[in-house]
């Protein structure tokens, strides 16, 4: 496993304890379906963020955001 690989699932692992998937499905279906319907990719983005952060309210909003970068992007995006 690559350093960077390491680091994001620490980070995801830190959030969703040992359950890799506990929201993965609702933060990826928000996102997939906004883009389905045609809205633009930043407002998917904040909706698929704005579930994760349902689940995860505790979560520090970087933290947050790359998770969710990682889930819905198949990896973060600069």
Do not use: N
Request: glycine fraction near 4%; charge should be positive; charged fraction near 25%.
């Amino acid at each position: 496993m690559s350093k960077e690989s390491l680091k994001k699932a620490t980070a995801s692992a830190s959030i969703c304890g040992d359950d890799l998937s506990c929201c993965r499905p609702a933060v990826r279906r928000a996102y997939s379906e906004l883009r389905q319907c045609g809205q633009p990719e930043r407002y998917a983005f904040e909706a698929a963020l704005a579930v994760f952060r349902y689940y995860h309210p505790a979560a520090m909003p970087r933290q947050a955001e790359l998770v969710v970068a990682e889930w819905v992007f198949d990896g973060v995006r600069h």
